[in-house]
């Protein structure tokens, strides 16, 4: 909502300077935006006489025009509009001013070899209207005296943008803004004798509002202006419009912007002639169509307010009028409307339609029912006054009684809410200056409250009213307690943050990708999960909701080494989505590692980044949480967005239940199609919601402590086996010989190639084996040996090499 | 007697020389070897007349000890000369590099969120979370704002289908709804989390983070709100003071309701918070709306108390001085290392939030 000072002072008695003015505002809850000068730099536009033209040499189109601007110096000005003639009064521009269209700085420009010294300007180049059609006309009976002065009135008043909140639909007018001023203490509101409509006429065009179910319009208010000649606006109501950035138009529209913008009253002026046999408000009926003011052809759909005649769509109510009807220049008789329509109608057939217009922005917030009359006559008198006519009586159709919305207010409830006290006294004054009517019963107040608020309807409006009036800063700070009665993060919660900085400390950096994703990247990754499409996306690329973390992370991943970084691994700990409904997700720790480890080292030898690097990070993360690796179970089969060969599904234990990781090579097709350039591009996912929190806080799983201080002793073997067979089968193989003696068990070597058989691999494992009761004597270890063998045979198929 | 006087003279002589580690060794043997010249003079004690044995027993011990030093010593001494003359060829330049190492990092947003969290732990908040995908009646309806509200307008919102229930969440407040239908009154908690709304430039981001805030009782006023925000305010800017001003807005689910600024001024080109007389608007707050208390079976006659939403994203930039929202999810590998934080670096209360 844009207002300036000067227009507020037409309805607000105030002292106080701007700047005390605008802090106010936002003190009472319209926060004030931006505040502008739009009157700066207009004085340097004048009013010049032309003087001679002539027509220019080189261009057949222009002229050369002698200027008089008030100066002994005659200007010369080269100028193209066809009306520019000897003995005009228009408006000059010199080299400095900025065009108020255009916003662009004139300079002394030589035209086609002509120097100009500035410019002679159409009302649309200075915004007054969009007549862009040769230069501005003066009359010279008003201006011939004026040559060399600032044609524009010199205005110290600033454009105050002001934010209004969709619960404040009064304060879509300058009285409403002026009202809230005036209750908080910040001058008085005036009391306004606005004069009424004398006319014996009768308003000769019958109007009806059917009774029907959802009629959205209550009432519907009108007045006949006929004989009027519109005309051009009055300079004070141009310059009204214009000083808060609207643009005029003729009279009668800006007749009832005016009062639109003054008093949040919509008007719609019809042309009456275009009207046959008398209007009919009612729902609309599928199928029926019109042309609205902005030219486009619109559809209706069942049960949308319109205006209608004999013919058929007028306008909709409350939101656009129709072309049909409309006004222009030459309208001679006027039929002015000015009606209640019920917002969540206005609302939704504005949605349906795609429609926004500034009398719908008003409507669907809440207009007062009880401005129709005043607002009828405001306009129609102002309207006779500039264009002439005669105005008929006002006609008012009703189909149901505005009620007066009445609370109990609890005076007590101030300080319930707020923490602090107000006399009632103060009470009374701030309601009854907001416009409440007040009756004191025994223990509450009975208020009546204004019509032009409909977002008070319960006692805690009235406490925000209070509060907001009396100012925020009365509000006491209460300290907060320090004290903890729960604790502050859940086991998941936990170990969410635990997870994340375990996984950065292997020297992943963190980031944080869009939940939604590009469908062609989504596609590679989305396994088995269905896609899920957002309706109204920001861009296609960004169309789908993500089924896994990789498609962003690759992609910006990709971003990165065409950046020219070479090595890098990335992760982001996150939701990923699995269907439509809330709580289809899941959290997943998602990492990416690319290029090689010891690049270019003077020490180590450089290699290829590998899945037992990812397989490290994701056990060692795993470990790190709390879980134990001996009990990890790990398989091959990945999703189809791995590599087949390269990557693992691992299991917090044998019971293989839930998955709570997938590591290894992303497969080789999706890098070929992603065009991604790196020697190799590992990854992993841990599901975090698949991890079972540990039963055990941390306090209790710190068992007794036992060690063996007997004689450990070191053994080596090496099998043979097929290559199928895992390495994590051999493993298991050996320590389920004797889980008391075998103490740990590393597979030191894998080898496969010469003097192996094909289809066979070795595989070297190294095992120590140690008892808590004794030394173990070369007999013991002997019968372990043996057994480790045979058991290793026995399971997998494996000889021990000799 | 004079046999062990001459085999220690003999003895403490030859190991004067320069010796290498094998001749002392067999000196060692010729000594004290199973027939060695000191060995087999022990085995000699019981022939001894008994008058002179204890003198011999003496003397043979205390040479046995001399000669055992002397070779000790010697061993000492080469060996020492051994390592001296390594260490004189094992120079090695330092200036090397060392191994290679990655540094991992921690996202600011991320970080963030475990400041605010760290901090209203102190004040006895817990944390919630609620899903990303919403229905329509838990992020609108619920709250106060029903279908056909205006107020719906000052959310962009996703949807994922097209009767508009289903709905990416455009604020961390459904988990207020949420909160309250699975538990009973009082509720104290922060609920963090992504937040999106389909509008994007500069300074939109389609996606961004928001920590809500709810503390419902039976006697929780504006005051209470207001202690809590300026105790939050000053312990994440780790400020003394912070001047913060509260004005009226208009939120469907809090009521009344305020916008929060904060004071600050740029000096050197860098922002200050908590001084200045610049405002800057960093979070919407207010007393829960009756309307959504009823909603969620919460009776407003006894129970009543205090809601916010803050913008994370925003009050990073603000404490870490990034310009740019969109850089937080462009995932540039030199801004994340550059905003990034060390993962030991957690936000706790008695290390202080950040060093």
Redesign the interface.
């Known amino acids: 909502m844009k207002i300036t000072f000067d227009w507020l002072k037409d309805h607000l008695d105030t002292k106080l300077k701007e700047d005390k003015l605008l802090e106010q505002l936002?003190?009472?809850?319209l926060?004030v935006e931006s505040v502008a000068n739009l009157s700066a730099g207009l004085d340097l536009f004048k009013v010049a006489k032309i003087l001679k033209t002539e027509k220019h040499p080189n261009a057949d189109r222009l002229k050369v025009c002698d200027v008089d601007i008030g100066e002994k110096v005659i200007k010369k000005v080269v100028c193209g509009a066809s009306n520019a003639r000897a003995g005009l009064f228009t408006i000059y521009a010199p080299p400095g001013a900025v065009v108020p269209k255009s916003k662009v700085k004139l300079v002394v420009a030589k035209i086609r070899d002509v120097t100009s010294y500035g410019m002679l300007c159409s009302e649309s180049e200075l915004n007054l209207s969009d007549e862009s059609e040769g230069i501005i006309e003066l009359s010279s009976k008003k201006y011939e005296k004026s040559v060399g002065k600032s044609y524009f009135l010199k205005s110290d008043s600033n454009l105050i943008d002001i934010s209004i909140?969709?619960?404040?639909p009064d304060c879509l007018g300058v009285r409403g803004i002026a009202r809230d001023l005036a209750a908080s203490g910040f001058g008085k509101i005036k009391n306004l004798k606005e004069k009424k409509i004398k006319s014996n006429i009768k308003q000769t065009i019958k109007i009806k509002i059917t009774k029907e179910k959802n009629q959205a319009c209550s009432s519907f208010g009108s007045c006949l202006i006929t004989n009027v000649k519109n005309t051009e606006s009055p300079k004070w109501l141009k310059d009204k419009l214009v000083s808060i950035g609207q643009k005029p138009i003729s009279a009668i529209v800006d007749v009832t912007n005016y009062v639109m913008l003054d008093n949040n009253r919509p008007l719609h002026a019809y042309d009456a002639d275009k009207i046959e046999k008398g209007i009919v408000v009612r729902n609309s009926k599928f199928g029926e169509e019109f042309t609205a003011l902005d030219n486009k052809n619109y559809k209706l759909d069942d049960g949308m307010c319109v205006i209608s005649d004999n013919k058929g769509v007028l306008g909709l109510g409350g939101i656009i009028g129709g072309i049909r009807s409309s006004t222009e220049l030459d309208t001679k008789n006027i039929l002015l409307e000015s009606a209640y329509f019920e917002?969540?109608s206005i609302?939704?057939t504005s949605?349906k339609l795609n429609l926004d217009t500034d009398a719908k922005f008003r409507f669907?917030?809440g207009i007062d029912p009880l401005s129709i009359e005043d607002g009828l006559n405001k306009a129609a008198l102002l309207i006779k006054e500039i264009c002439g006519g005669e105005i008929s009586k006002i006609d008012i159709q009703r189909i149901e009684k505005e009620k007066i919305k009445t609370i109990k207010f609890d005076i007590d409830l101030f300080e319930?809410?707020?923490?602090?006290k107000i006399s009632t006294k103060e009470i009374f004054k701030i309601l009854e200056n907001l416009g409440f009517k007040i009756k004191k019963e025994k223990k509450y107040l009975k208020l009546s409250v204004p019509t032009w608020r409909p977002d008070i309807s319960?006692e805690?409006?009235i406490?925000?009213e209070l509060?907001?009036i009396t100012g925020?800063?009365k509000?006491?700070?209460?300290?907060?307690?320090?004290?903890?009665?729960?604790?502050?993060?859940?086991q998941s919660?936990k170990l969410f943050?635990f997870l994340?900085?375990?996984?950065?400390?292997?020297?992943?950096?963190?980031?944080?990708?869009?939940?939604?994703t590009d469908s062609n990247y989504n596609d590679h990754f989305k396994d088995k999960n269905k896609e899920?499409?957002?309706?109204?996306?920001?861009s296609s690329d960004?169309g789908v909701?993500r089924n896994s973390i990789f498609s962003?992370?690759i992609m910006?991943m990709n971003?990165?080494l065409d950046?020219g970084?070479k090595d890098?691994?990335?992760?982001e700990i996150?939701?990923i989505?699995t269907g439509?409904?809330?709580?289809?997700?899941n959290t997943v720790v998602c990492g990416l590692s690319a290029g090689k480890?010891?690049r270019l080292?003077?020490?180590?030898k450089e290699r290829n980044v590998d899945v037992f690097d990812v397989k490290r990070d994701v056990v060692q993360t795993l470990v790190e949480a709390g879980y134990n690796s001996d009990k990890f179970f790990i398989d091959s089969e990945t999703p189809n967005y791995y590599h087949p060969g390269k990557s693992g599904r691992l299991f917090l234990n044998r019971g293989k239940d839930q998955i709570a990781a997938y590591f290894g090579e992303i497969h080789p097709n999706i890098l070929k199609k992603i065009d991604i350039k790196t020697e190799t591009l590992v990854g992993f996912e841990i599901f975090v919601d698949n991890l079972k929190i540990p039963k055990k806080a941390l306090k209790d799983q710190k068992t007794k402590f036992e060690v063996s201080d007997y004689q450990k002793s070191e053994r080596d073997f090496a099998f043979i086996v097929n290559k199928e067979i895992k390495a994590q089968d051999l493993i298991n193989a050996v320590s389920s010989v004797d889980k008391k003696l075998i103490s740990n068990i590393r597979v030191f070597d894998v080898y496969e190639g010469e003097n192996i058989p094909e289809n066979q691999k070795s595989i070297a494992i190294n095992v120590t084996i140690q008892s808590s009761e004794k030394t173990l004597n070369d007999n013991d270890l002997e019968n372990i040996n043996n057994s480790i063998i045979k058991t290793v045979e026995n399971k997998t198929g494996a000889k021990i090499r000799s | 007697m004079s046999d062990i006087k001459n085999i220690h003279n003999d003895y403490s002589a030859k190991l004067n020389n320069n010796l290498s580690l094998e001749e002392i060794n067999q000196i060692k043997t010729e000594l004290f070897g199973k027939n060695g010249l000191i060995s087999s003079q022990f085995k000699n004690i019981g022939s001894i007349p008994e008058t002179d044995r204890k003198k011999f027993a003496s003397d043979l011990n205390q040479i046995k000890d001399e000669l055992q030093n002397l070779i000790a010593n010697k061993v000492n001494s080469i060996e020492s000369k051994k390592i001296n003359e390594k260490l004189e060829k094992e120079k090695i330049d330092v200036t090397?590099?060392e191994?290679?190492?990655?540094?991992?990092?921690?996202?600011p947003?991320?970080q963030t969120i475990?400041e605010i969290?760290s901090i209203?732990?102190?004040?006895?908040?817990?944390?919630e979370?609620g899903?990303?995908?919403?229905?329509e009646y838990?992020n609108f309806t619920a709250l106060n704002t029903p279908d056909?509200?205006?107020?719906r307008?000052?959310h962009d919102t996703?949807?994922?289908?097209?009767n508009?229930e289903?709905l990416?969440r455009t604020h961390t407040s459904p988990v207020q709804i949420r909160t309250m239908l699975k538990d009973n009154p009082p509720f104290?908690i922060i609920a963090p989390g992504?937040t999106?709304r389909?509008?994007?430039d500069q300074t939109h981001a389609?996606?961004f983070h928001q920590v809500e805030g709810l503390h419902i009782d039976k006697?929780i006023?504006?005051?209470?709100l207001?202690?809590?925000l300026?105790?939050f305010i000053k312990e994440f800017f780790e400020v003394e003071k912070i001047k913060m001003?509260?004005?009226?807005?208009?939120f469907p689910f809090t009521?009344?309701?305020?916008?929060v600024d904060i004071g600050y001024e740029i000096k050197d080109g860098k922002i200050i918070i908590g001084e200045g007389d610049q405002w800057l608007e960093i979070l919407g707050c207010g007393?829960v709306?009756?309307n959504v208390l009823k909603n969620v079976k919460v009776d407003p006659s006894k129970y009543?108390g205090y809601a916010f939403g803050i913008g994370i994203d925003r009050l990073a930039m603000l404490k870490y001085g990034i310009n740019d929202l969109r850089a937080?999810?462009?995932?540039?590998?030199?801004w994340?290392?550059h905003f990034?934080f060390d993962?030991?670096d957690?936000p706790t209360n008695y290390r202080g939030l950040s060093r």
Request: charged share 25%.
């Open positions: 936002t003190n009472v809850g926060e909140t969709p619960n404040r917002p969540r609302r939704s949605k669907e917030r319930k809410i707020t923490g602090f319960q805690i409006d406490v925000e509060v907001r925020y800063d509000i006491k700070i209460i300290d907060p307690i320090k004290e903890r009665t729960k604790s502050t993060l859940t919660q943050h994340q900085r375990a996984i950065a400390s292997k020297g992943y950096l963190e980031a944080i990708t869009w939940s939604f899920i499409k957002i309706i109204n996306p920001i960004l909701l962003n992370l910006h971003k990165n950046r970084f890098l691994s990335i992760f996150g939701p989505f439509l409904n809330p709580g289809e997700q480890k010891s080292s003077w020490v180590e | 090397l590099p191994r290679s190492f990655v540094r991992g990092k921690i996202h947003v991320s475990d969290s209203f732990s102190e004040i006895g908040f817990s944390v979370e899903p990303d995908v919403e229905n838990n056909n509200h205006p107020a307008d000052m996703f949807y994922l289908d097209d508009k289903i990416l104290k992504r999106y389909s509008d994007s389609p996606m006697d006023n504006m005051g209470h207001k202690g809590c300026n105790y001003r509260f004005r009226p807005s208009h009521e009344p309701s305020a916008e007393m709306h009756p009543q937080f999810f462009d995932c540039d590998y030199r994340l290392n990034g993962p030991l957690v």
